[in-house]
């Protein structure tokens, strides 16, 4: 595996992370 592909993984899965917590954030607000 090479670095560039970790730190694209790192990235989306970092960008996941964000969404879903913003998702269930706004679900428990609503």
């Not at 560039?4 to 996941?16: A, W």
């Amino acid at each position: 595996m090479t670095l560039q592909l970790v730190d694209t993984l790192l990235n989306v899965n970092v960008f996941i992370f964000v969404g879903v917590l913003v998702w269930l954030f706004i679900k428990k607000d609503s």
